[in-house]
């Protein structure tokens, strides 16, 4: 016989392993993204090159 006590913890729901259809969408998620991540890398250089023209402007027309 057991008691249940509001102070049980609950056990954890168990986690299904990833059906096909995910495992192929992370799978894809990950081949664009690799490919892509040196574009976010220039894109990053740009505009920080753009914050320095531009602070550099404003600092020069004191």
């Given at each position: ?5 509001p102070?049980a913890?609950?056990?954890p ?14 799978i894809?998620?990950?081949?664009m993204?690799?490919p892509?991540f ?7 250089q ?11 402007r404003?600092?020069?027309?004191r």
């Amino acid at each position: 016989m057991t008691v249940d006590s509001p102070l049980a913890t609950p056990e954890p729901p168990k986690r299904e392993a990833p059906n096909l259809l995910a495992r192929v969408l992370i799978i894809f998620g990950y081949m664009m993204a690799i490919p892509l991540f040196p574009f976010a890398i220039r894109i990053v250089q740009e505009y920080e090159r753009g914050v320095i023209f531009r602070l550099g402007r404003l600092v020069g027309a004191r």
